[in-house]
């Protein structure tokens, strides 16, 4: 049986295209690796729910044993987990990211 912090996780990632759980808020992130995921998705123009897991420790936990992925920023499109700042960085770089968005439907400037 889910748990009310993965249904949480579950409705977040199914109600937005996408999330973005980071430490801080796009305007401040409180990490750098959460500001460079930001900072990509702005330059590519990608409308995003950012969810700050400092705020929400369950979140913050949750997050991790949800993707199996042990560090923070994540970030999801579509419901699927793409990775962290280091995959993310690398999938902006090689025009992966852009490709993934378009696959998924994902344009600039859409909500």
Known sequence: MASPTTDRINALIST???VLFMKGQ???PQCGFSG???????????????????ADPQIRE??????????????FLKGEFVGGCDIVR???ASGELTAMLADKGITAGAL
């Open 90 to 92: 690398e999938m902006a």
């Open 62 to 75: 949750g997050i991790k044993s949800f993707s199996n992925w042990p560090t923070i920023p994540q970030l």
């Open 16 to 18: 937005h295209d996408v």
């Open 26 to 28: 796009p305007a401040a």
């Open 36 to 54: 460079a995921v930001v900072q990509i998705l702005s330059r590519l123009e990608i409308p995003f729910h950012s969810v700050d897991v400092l």
